[in-house]
């Protein structure tokens, strides 16, 4: 569960990452909106890299602190723009997809 907590983290930073670098993103969101962002993102990945051992719990603490600033700035992008590119108008009622269940064993890596 950790290590799914720690990639699903990381996942979502650098898909984050890949979205503000989009020219449709970064034209028509505030600068402040961006570097707000950005500053997140990039704080989440350098968390990462020196907390390699965190638990759990502390992953999904970060990933709902990273979400508490993606979340409504991403929304009014997608308000603004008539939803996600290649999605429904109006973006993803509900939020995300619920992950999927366990696929058989999970391997924890081991020091």
Known sequence: ARIAAKNGLESYSY???NTTSEEAFTSK???DDKAALTK???E???WLDENQAASTEEYADKQKELESVANPILTKFYQENGGAPGAAP???PGGAA???ENEGPTVEEVD
């Open 90 to 92: 109006g973006g993803f």
């Open 44 to 46: 989440t990945i350098t």
């Open 40 to 42: 997140a993102i990039d």
């Open 98 to 100: 619920p992950a999927p």
């Open 15 to 17: 898909s984050l990452k």
């Open 29 to 31: 969101v505030s600068e």
